[in-house]
């Protein structure tokens, strides 16, 4: 089959990189070429960032409306839904996405698309300021306004290859949705994806300028889009580190930074919850898109007289149920990881937790059935302490540690001692508890026996996990700057 050689959009254009080079996309499963994306440099971004710019400050895009702007979105759905089939293809050969993940990868992505236009005609604009008793003292009653809110200004958006549609979807939606005008640098792991995106967003009736793709290897295109005086706004989904490197360098211009960073969640396994029935969750992280997910709870906390009973079930459904191989097979539950380097940085993690003395149950290893591919074994360990590398470090990869606890203020003393503050969760019969404890976890989010809602609750993280939120009203506030309009009374 011929190999494809994908553009760039810029300023309404399909173009090559400046420089005219391209890098071959593997797949992870085979490692043959997938197709070739556009290596851009800083010269191409500064193009982009131009055009966004020129489309920002000048455009008819400043002045479309609402109901504008949802039927571009509704429009980009609907194609979406249409060409799912080449998306679901991408996926698979492209980022290793297994059958299990396709609901994630697809269709959360477009119902967030047509929440997003749904949204961008319902939020209030213009919301009246309401006097404060108290302060009327001081001659506020005199003067009556609104709380304005503009479209942040050009972004750039910085989004990761794990569920690329899913997670570019978060920041493309709302961008269109407030009027925003934007540079898009997907992963260097995954910009095939983007590129399909891009290819129906340039159909879709945007004005020129309003939407750019770059793509590339290096990690100069992503900082170059943090530094740029051009920028307002920088979404960046990724690693904590560069994530801290995104925020440094967006210092300089004091642009608004929204960072969506990694994470270490704990599930908490309440006394009163059957062992059978937690297992197959708290072993999640060792099958689901191999363990490649940033609010995946890789840390089980279980009451210390259960922890070997939950242990071995988790073992024994890991073991019946977890079919290793190339995801372009339906019935195959775990692929590869994305890159070989990241296969080498999870089994360091594993000699790391051998070396600090947990118990490695299952798994440790790169599968020994596979000449290609990036493949790593389910793995659990058991007996783990919360101050091991492998409790407080994201390790990206199928790992789950389980880690014994004394009683509930301890569980919650265990989940809380993380520089990440990223997701959780909690296994319990008793809801009242689990809402009781959710609300003492220091995390962006908490699920209560699997209960997730990826299209209109908020998601971020507290601590180093990040700043800001992603969906709904939440997502689509952040993509505004607020601005308050005042006159006199009367
Ligand atoms: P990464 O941090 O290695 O790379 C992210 C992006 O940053 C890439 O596009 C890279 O080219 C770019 N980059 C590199 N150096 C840069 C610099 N100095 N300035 C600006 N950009 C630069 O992360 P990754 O491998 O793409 O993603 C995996 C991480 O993403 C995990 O930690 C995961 O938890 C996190 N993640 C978070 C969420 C969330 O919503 N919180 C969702 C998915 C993934």
Redesign the pocket.
């Known amino acids: 089959m011929a190999i494809r050689t994908w553009r760039l959009f810029v300023d309404g254009k399909w173009t090559e990189a400046a420089s005219g080079a391209t890098y071959a996309v593997p797949n992870p499963a085979t490692e043959e070429t997938v197709a070739l994306a556009p290596d851009a440099g800083r010269e191409d971004v500064a193009r982009a960032l131009l055009a966004a710019r020129r489309a920002f400050d000048s455009g008819p895009w400043r002045r479309s409306t609402p109901a504008e702007r949802a039927r571009i979105l509704l429009r980009i759905a609907d194609a979406v839904e249409k060409r799912k089939e080449e998306f679901r293809g991408l996926l698979v050969a492209a980022h290793g996405a297994e059958a299990m993940t396709h609901g994630i990868q697809l269709d959360t992505p477009i119902a967030q698309l047509r929440g997003y236009a749904e949204l961008t005609t319902r939020f209030t604009w213009d919301e009246p300021l309401t006097a404060v008793q108290g302060l009327t003292a001081v001659g506020m009653s005199k003067v009556q306004g609104i709380a304005h809110h503009q479209p942040a200004g050009v972004c750039g958006l910085?989004p990761?290859?794990?569920?690329p549609l899913y997670?570019t979807a978060q920041k493309v939606g709302p961008a269109i949705a407030t009027g925003c005008t934007m540079v898009v640098?997907?992963?260097?792991?995954g910009p095939l994806v983007d590129l399909l995106l891009a290819e129906i967003i340039a159909e879709c009736d945007l004005p020129p300028g309003v939407f750019n793709i770059v793509t590339g290897l290096g990690?100069e295109?992503?900082?170059e889009?943090?530094e740029s005086p051009l920028v307002d706004k920088i979404s960046?989904?990724?690693?904590?580190?560069?994530?801290k490197?995104?925020a440094l360098?967006a210092a300089g211009t004091l642009k608004r930074v929204h960072l969506?960073?990694?994470?270490k969640s704990a599930q908490i396994v309440l006394d009163d919850f059957e062992v059978d029935a937690a297992a197959p969750s708290s072993a999640g992280p060792t099958y689901f898109h191999a363990g490649q997910?940033?609010?995946m709870t890789t840390r089980v906390l279980v009451q210390r007289r259960r922890h070997d009973a939950l242990v071995e079930k988790m073992a024994a459904f890991v073991r019946a149920f977890v079919k290793v191989g190339d995801p372009a097979d339906p019935t195959v539950i775990l692929g590869p990881l994305i890159r070989e380097e990241r296969r080498q940085a999870v089994a360091g993690y594993v000699a790391s937790g051998r070396a600090e003395g947990a118990e490695l149950v299952c798994g440790g290893a790169a599968p020994a059935a596979f000449a290609h591919g990036f493949f790593f074994e389910p793995t659990i360990f058991a007996n783990v302490r919360n101050d091991m590398r492998i409790a407080r470090e994201?390790i990206?990869g199928p790992v789950v540690s389980v880690i014994p606890f004394e009683d509930e203020e301890d569980a919650i003393r265990i989940a809380n001692e993380s520089s990440l503050g990223?997701f959780g969760g909690i296994l319990t019969r008793d809801l009242d508890k689990a809402r009781a404890i959710a609300k003492r976890i220091r995390a962006g989010g908490v699920s209560i026996n699997g209960a997730v809602n990826l299209t209109h609750a908020p998601?971020?993280?507290f601590k180093e996990?990040?700043i800001g939120r992603?969906g709904g009203i939440f997502g689509l506030r952040e993509f505004t700057e607020i601005q308050s309009i005042t006159w006199p009374e009367g």
């Open positions: 910085i990761t290859w794990n569920f997670v640098k997907p992963s260097p792991w990690p295109l992503g900082a889009l943090a960046f989904t990724g690693s904590v580190s560069v994530g490197k995104v360098a969506e960073l990694g994470g997910g940033c609010a994201e990206f990223l998601f971020g993280g996990s990040g992603e």
